[in-house]
């Protein structure tokens, strides 16, 4: 299994380009997130997808959309972006269900590296 | 609501000695906490979890971690620290009282330096 793989790696873009960072697992997952991380401000929540079909907002979602596919893959995408937007982003996946009590960790992807000019 | 804090960004140990990253949480219900580490230019891989019972909680690489409800905390240890344990650490939780699919909120990550 390849886990949880993002695609691109590296990404370097001029400020109101659009771009779509992708995400795609093979564990058979319900629940597919993304994350940015910034030096000092840990990992903040983007959007997040419980189950196929369903999307909701994180901790910073502005500035972006996001779309899952289908159960294996979640995508981020940048419709114009911003200096503000360079960070590290990783996706990130669990076996989670909707009723509580369910304790599994989150799987995540080795990142993109996006810098905005 | 739920939020977990890391109190230090940065843990200088030498190698040989124990090690200690410290975690405090906050939650309506009970915890479900966890801890991550990410080494340079990777992404984050889980460590280890504590849902119920001892709270003494073994994991990867000779990591331990230890649950206070008391103090809230959930602390990670080593014994001995090697020079290949440093990395950044996070401490994560779930309010048991939520949606399982309900994302986990991280702290804001330790950086541990083992300098030999």
């Known amino acids: 299994n390849a886990g949880v793989t993002q695609t691109p790696k590296f990404q370097v873009l001029k400020t109101g380009q659009s771009m779509t960072l992708q995400c795609a697992q093979d564990m058979n997952h319900n629940s597919m997130y993304w994350y940015r991380q910034d030096p000092g401000m840990g990992l903040r929540l983007i959007y997040y997808?419980?189950?196929?079909?369903?999307?909701d907002k994180g901790e910073v979602p502005n500035g972006y959309n996001v779309s899952r596919l289908n159960k294996r893959e979640f995508s981020l995408r940048l419709e114009s972006a911003a200096p503000s937007q360079t960070s590290v982003y990783f996706c990130a996946s669990s076996e989670a269900t909707e009723g509580t009590g369910s304790y599994n960790e989150q799987f995540f992807g080795p990142g993109t590296r996006l810098t905005v000019l | 609501a739920q939020s977990v804090a890391q109190p230090e960004d940065q843990v200088n140990v030498a190698e040989g000695n124990p090690l200690t990253v410290k975690c405090t949480y906050s939650v309506s219900g009970n915890p479900y906490l966890f801890w991550y580490v990410q080494y340079p230019n990777r992404g984050l891989q889980f460590l280890l979890k504590y849902i119920t019972g001892d709270n003494l909680v073994k994991g990867s690489y000779g990591f331990e971690a230890e649950f206070n409800k008391s103090q809230t905390s959930f602390h990670l240890k080593k014994p001995s620290a090697l020079v290949s344990d440093s990395a950044l650490y996070f401490c994560?939780?779930?309010?048991?009282?939520?949606?399982?699919?309900?994302?986990?909120?991280f702290g804001k990550g330790t950086r541990l330096s083992v300098i030999a």
């Open positions: 997808s419980a189950s196929e079909g369903t999307t």
């Open positions: 994560a939780v779930r309010d048991s009282a939520n949606s399982g699919n309900t994302p986990l909120v």
